[in-house]
Nanobody, 122 residues
Framework: QVRLDESGGGLVQPGGSLRLSCGAS????????MAWYRQAPGKSRDFVAR???????FYADSVKGRFTISRDNARNTVYLDLTKVEPDDTAIYYC????????????????WGQGTLVTVVS
């Protein structure tokens, strides 16, 4: 059993910056991939960014060059640094862990966090 907890959401002005954090807890050996998704009002949940255990990252076109994903493997924590935010970035941001290797369990698992709200307002 794995729990993901996001934090760092809040109000931010257009062009501003914000850091989101997500920590995974449980009997975790390692997490192969950690990612961020977001769901804007009236929209589906969309992929934002992903980072592998080795630090390889991939971004959605909508955030490329503005957001940065990073992780601290020792703490099983992933971050999303939002810069130059735009009104369309307003959404609930969800953390996802994929390929979770648990101690004393053979098959890898995945987990979602509960989400943290980012609101871009002028």
């Amino acid at each position: 059993q794995v729990r993901l907890d996001e934090s760092g959401g809040g109000l931010v002005q257009p062009g501003g910056s914000l850091r989101l954090s997500c920590g995974a807890s449980g009997n975790i050996h390692s997490i192969q991939h950690m990612a961020w998704y977001r769901q804007a009002p009236g929209k589906s949940r969309d992929f934002v960014a992903r980072v592998s255990i080795g630090g390889e990252s991939f971004y959605a076109d909508s955030v490329k060059g503005r957001f940065t994903i990073s992780r601290d493997n020792a703490r099983n924590t992933v971050y999303l640094d939002l810069t130059k935010v735009e009104p369309d970035d307003t959404a609930i941001y969800y953390c996802k862990a994929e390929g979770i290797r648990l101690r004393n369990r053979i098959r890898p698992e995945e987990a979602w966090g509960q989400g943290t709200l980012v609101t871009v307002v002028s």
